[in-house]
């Protein structure tokens, strides 16, 4: 059973979630529901989904991605489950240099630090939510070992783009 911070941060997060979903009903279908009818919930590989009675007018439950950080969490929601959709964020203030070289190998590092120079360590914190979006987006189903991850291998300034690589050959 949670308590504390753990036990907001996953309220935040539900709640962000429950938004996301309500948002999309109503731009685009018009459907108008309360928090209270969106069940969230995690598929066999971990990608979340939301469903309520709402769900048969609709025909398909919405795909479902969020992320939480110290006082502050948000979601994405797209139409259905077949869309692939994640997001990540973190506090700069929170990545600390052991979270960096857990999160990012030195090869990422390198990369991220030969493109952005001085401005590193706020590319480590956008690398960092790119890379967990994209395992939020993909799911367990598809990451089977911790080592299949996303792979930073490039860095443009000039466009904010994070080129990714799957390790695990996709």
């Not at 948000?74 to 964020?89: D, F, M, Y």
Request: charged share 20%.
């Amino acid at each position: 059973r949670m308590a504390g911070p753990a036990a907001q941060q996953w309220l935040a997060g539900r709640c962000a979630a429950k938004d996301a979903v309500r948002l999309l009903l109503k731009e685009t279908t018009g459907l108008d529901v309360c928090a209270a009818d969106v069940e969230i919930h995690a598929g066999v590989d971990d990608r979340l989904f939301a469903r309520g009675r709402w769900l048969q007018r609709l025909g398909a439950a919405p795909s479902v991605s969020l992320s939480c950080t110290t006082g502050t969490a948000v979601a994405i929601a797209a139409l259905t489950q077949h869309h692939l959709v994640g997001v990540g964020v973190k506090h700069l203030a929170e990545l600390t240099k052991e979270l960096i070289t857990e999160a990012l190998s030195v090869s990422e590092r390198r990369v991220l630090h030969d493109s952005a120079g001085s401005a590193a360590d706020e590319w480590y914190a956008r690398a960092f939510c790119a890379k967990q979006s994209l395992k939020n987006a993909l799911g367990n189903g598809f990451l089977h070992h911790p080592s299949d991850g996303p792979v930073v291998t490039d860095l443009r300034l000039e466009t904010g783009t994070i080129y990714m690589e799957l390790t695990n050959g996709a």
